[in-house]
């Protein structure tokens, strides 16, 4: 099932999940594809783009060896390696974007500010969270209600659809509603299309989210040129896109 985007703002927040750039290595070819259609999406309009970048497979590794080598490790030094993680791959994306992007990428919300490049890369920046919850509180600080999360799932689903064969996509689902379908409490490389503190801090500040797939390119330059598109609208209002 297809929904459009239908937005007055210029300045779009997405998420770009570590598990679809970095899965078990760079995904060269699908970086290659993302710049493409960055720069296709940008140039001759106003459109803005915040790209905030997960950690994957380098964030992954350096956990499940931390907790091999010291079973000690917290929650809060396993998300700073984490926040590490995105920061040497918002790094490259940096670079690979070239001219397209701002000089520095963002390590903190501080220095967080109305864009003036085409594209702004963002990294994770504070513990207790993934970047769900950094792009969500980029949209609040900007002052945007919708955030768009394009990782591995498609869609929210109505269970775990790698656990379970008779998950089922859905198009639309309200905050309160997907929150039941999540653990309420954040543990780092949890799998959700939206982490917890991501979902209750949207809820609390009205911003939409977009589940999108993250490795389809066609479907995600739909969205972003407010064609129709596949994915779930996350919302505190009974929206249908």
């Not at 990294?123 to 950094?134: A, E, R, V």
């Not at 394009?150 to 905050?175: E, Q």
Request: proline fraction near 5%.
């Amino acid at each position: 099932m297809a929904s459009s985007l239908k937005s007055k703002n210029n300045t779009l927040v997405v998420a770009l999940g570590g598990s679809v750039l970095f899965p078990d290595k760079i995904n060269v070819q699908l970086i290659i594809k993302l710049k493409r259609l960055f720069k296709k999406i940008t140039k001759g309009r106003r459109i803005k783009l915040i790209l905030i970048v997960g950690g994957g497979y380098p964030a992954r590794n350096y956990q499940t060896t931390a907790k091999k080598i010291h079973p000690g490790v917290s929650k809060i030094e396993l998300d700073e390696i984490g926040i590490a993680a995105t920061r040497f791959n918002a790094e490259l994306m940096k670079i690979i974007f070239g001219s397209l992007a701002a000089k520095k990428v963002v390590y903190s919300e501080n220095l967080l500010k109305k864009p003036i490049d085409k594209i702004t890369v963002v990294s994770g920046w504070t513990p207790g969270c993934s970047t769900d919850t950094i792009t969500v509180r980029a949209a609040k600080k900007l002052k945007l209600k919708l955030v768009i999360i394009a990782g591995r799932p498609t869609h929210v689903y109505t269970h775990d659809f790698i656990r379970f064969k008779m998950a089922k996509p859905l198009m639309n689902i309200s905050w309160k509603n997907y929150r039941k379908l999540i653990p309420s409490v954040w543990s780092p490389g949890m799998p959700s299309p939206v982490d917890p503190i991501a979902a209750r801090e949207a809820q609390k500040n009205n911003i939409d989210a977009i589940v999108i797939g993250g490795k389809n390119i066609e479907n995600l330059e739909s969205l972003l040129l407010g064609r129709k598109f596949k994915g779930t609208l996350i919302s505190n209002k009974n929206l249908v896109l």
